[in-house]
Structure formats: C-alpha cells, structure tokens
Nanobody, 119 residues
C-alpha cells in the first residue's frame, strides 16, 4: 500500500514563499507521475503541478506558471513544490498525488496540507 506523507504549508503573507514536500512510502518502478492538486472551500479540486519520473515532463496550471516550481528526487521517492509570490487565491488544501500504471491506473493521495495566504 502506497502512503504519501506531506509536509510544509502554513500561513504566509501575500508575496511570500512556502515549500511543500511529499514522500512516498514505497519505491514504484517504471513511469510514475507525482504532483500536487489543491482544493479551496466551495471549489473543485484542481491540478497545480505534476512531474513524471526519470526527468520527464512537468506541467503547471496556468494560474501558477512562473510562480511555482515542481521537482522530485526519485531516489527519495519525494516530490517538492516551491511556491513563490503567493497570492490570496492560492489559499487551499494542497494534496500530494501519485499515479502509475500496471495494466490499469493506480492513484494515491496524501492527507492534504493547508496553505493560507493572507492579503
């Protein structure tokens, strides 16, 4: 069973920075996508950023391009999200995500960590 353990988050003023990290409890061979989604109160969960293992492609939501950077350390089964120039609209619960395929898709979610940006 894959468990995702998140850390980071918290409260920051607009324009500030925060970092998130997420470690998977097991090593999964092959192509693995890890990333971050977020959900603000009253809104649907949305993709923030994803990255593919082995130096693969990363993708960002338009709303965070140029401000957020996703990276990963495959040796540590860990994905990071560096968030700069934070805005109040970035306030949400951020969820770590991991996806891989073994004939069918398997996906796993972290427990979520709160990010609050004050104006």
């Amino acid at each position: 069973q894959v468990q995702l353990v998140e850390s980071g988050g918290g409260l920051v003023q607009a324009g500030g920075s925060l970092g998130l990290s997420c470690a998977a409890s097991v090593t999964i061979r092959g192509r693995v996508t890890m990333g971050w989604y977020r959900q603000a109160p009253g809104k649907q969960r949305e993709m923030v950023a994803t990255i593919i293992s082995g130096g693969g492609r990363s993708d960002y939501a338009d709303s965070v391009k140029g401000r957020f950077t996703i990276s990963r350390d495959d040796a540590k089964n860990t994905v990071y999200l560096q968030m700069n120039n934070l805005k109040p609209e970035d306030t949400a619960v951020y969820y770590c995500y991991l996806e891989y395929y073994r004939m069918i898709k398997y996906d796993h979610w972290g427990q979520g960590t709160q990010v609050t940006v004050s104006s």
